[in-house]
């Protein structure tokens, strides 16, 4: 499988801002990629590894500890529901699986024009 084709230099100048920092600065970084980009594609995340002189597996580690941190293409909007066992008990898995059937989509999926992503 080839890498996506990812515009990088959307992001060159943050990350010339966050060069020589250290890795107390990972989280702003990444966030501020996700924003240009969308998304954390591969390519971007090595460079902020270098940038920061974080090493990749706790890059990956974070991003997937962070359940706002993407590293696959979302949606324009966002929509998360509460599943937690109170949520649950007040209607919470109810109210996911009614949203996406709505959409049209399963929990975690998103729409096909891309406009709407439903998480749990």
Known sequence: MEPESVDLTLIE???ERYSGQDR???LPALFEVQTALGRLPEQAVALVGKALHVPLAEIYGVIEFYTMLYPHPTAETMIRICTSPMCSMLGGEHALH???DQLGVRPGGRTEDGR?????
């Open 24 to 26: 107390s600065q990972l």
């Open 98 to 100: 009614a949203a996406a």
């Open 116 to 120: 709407f992503m439903i998480e749990a």
């Open 13 to 15: 100048p943050l990350l």
